[in-house]
């Protein structure tokens, strides 16, 4: 739920009446980033209380890998987003060779 709440925050997806800027959740995104992997790594170095360490574990590196996937998506479409207010007029295509 964290993550639905922090990426709808980032990326805003639904209208809203004030915008924070590109840079600011750009900037707010990487301490994110940050904190997620140091929080990842605590809890593999010194798993919570009543968790078996090998859980904790491989909790820890779920949180770390997966996170990062997720990560590279969520950037990938804020500069997407970011991209097309700078050039509106250009329309990104692909084309096939």
Not at 2 to 13: C, D, E, H, M
Not at 15 to 33: C, D, E, K, N, W
């Amino acid at each position: 739920m964290a993550g639905y709440v922090f990426t709808i925050a980032v990326l805003y997806i639904d209208p809203i009446r004030y915008r924070y800027s590109y840079t600011y959740r750009t900037v707010v995104f990487i301490i994110a980033l940050a904190g997620h992997g140091i929080l990842s790594k605590y809890i593999y170095a010194f798993p919570p209380e009543g968790i078996p360490k090998y859980h904790a574990e491989i909790g820890a590196q779920v949180m770390y890998y997966g996170g990062d996937i997720i990560d590279i998506v969520l950037i990938t479409i804020l500069f997407y987003h970011w991209y097309q207010t700078t050039n509106p007029d250009k329309k990104v295509t692909f084309q096939s060779t």
